[in-house]
């Protein structure tokens, strides 16, 4: 089975400054897809960024960059120039390439907690 | 449209009450699916249907019925909650057999049971 751990349960960034989230993960399989989603206090969960493991090209998304280590199975995310909007919890998410759907092989890390200061 | 939809928002039960939550997508999605999300820890996945059958059902305990009536449509039924079943239930749709799909998750419904 696979897992994913986040390690900093908070983190405090000031606005327009640059944070950047760790995520490690456990699995056996040579593909598989890795997402960072975004929960902001509405309770909706969003995609930020997603990463095949095939591609060795980290991916990026505006202000949003991802720094994929498959080696050392870690997918940390990368935000440049904090915004108070970036508030929130993220989640780093892995999907098998067997699960049927978007949703039903993800296995979610625990998440950390964004402060952005003012 | 990019939207789940997702009634009520809010809502409060007892453990004697009878209640249905909805779920509501039209992206054309043909894979739908429950979450449960308790305060400050990951969701948790209880139900697929593909479809429009379930596919996976979490070991939910049976005070939890799903159904899906059609394509576009998902609800959760609710009878005989324990306060444990307090939680933030979220609805998420996918395309189905394709790789690289994105899941669109809704604004949940935050169920509390006295």
């Known amino acids: 089975a696979q897992t994913v751990t986040q390690s900093q349960p908070e983190m405090s960034v000031q606005e327009a400054e640059t944070v950047t989230l760790s995520c490690t993960y456990d699995?056996?399989?040579?593909?598989?897809?890795l997402f960072w989603y975004k929960q902001p206090p509405s309770r909706q969960m969003i995609l930020v960024i997603r990463?095949?493991?095939?591609?060795?090209q980290n991916a990026t998304e505006n202000r949003f960059s991802v720094n994929f280590q498959k080696a050392a199975k870690s997918f940390s995310l990368k935000i440049s120039d904090s915004q108070l909007g970036d508030a929130a919890m993220y989640f780093c998410?892995?999907?098998?390439?067997?699960?049927?759907?978007?949703?039903?092989?993800?296995?979610f890390g625990k998440g950390t907690h964004l402060i952005i200061q003012p | 449209d990019t939207e789940v939809t997702q009634t009520p928002k809010h809502l409060v039960m007892g453990m004697t009450n009878k209640k249905s939550l909805k779920c509501e997508q039209h992206?054309?999605?043909?894979?739908m699916y429950w979450y449960k999300q308790k305060a400050k820890k990951p969701p948790e996945l209880m139900f697929v249907?593909?479809?429009?059958?379930?596919?996976i059902n979490e070991s939910v305990p049976s005070r939890f019925s799903p159904e899906c009536p059609n394509s576009s449509l998902l609800n959760l039924h609710l009878h005989a909650l324990q306060p444990e079943d307090s939680a933030l239930y979220l609805c998420?749709?996918?395309?189905?057999?394709?790789?690289?799909?994105?899941?669109?998750f809704g604004q949940g419904t935050r169920l509390t049971v006295v």
């Open positions: 998420a749709s996918s395309h189905y057999g394709t790789d690289n799909t994105e899941a669109f």
């Open positions: 990463q095949e493991a095939y591609k060795q």
């Open positions: 998410a892995y999907r098998s390439p067997y699960s049927g759907g978007g949703a039903d092989g993800l296995t």
């Open positions: 992206m054309g999605h043909r894979a």
């Open positions: 249907y593909s479809y429009e059958k379930l596919s």
């Open positions: 699995t056996s399989e040579s593909d598989y897809y």
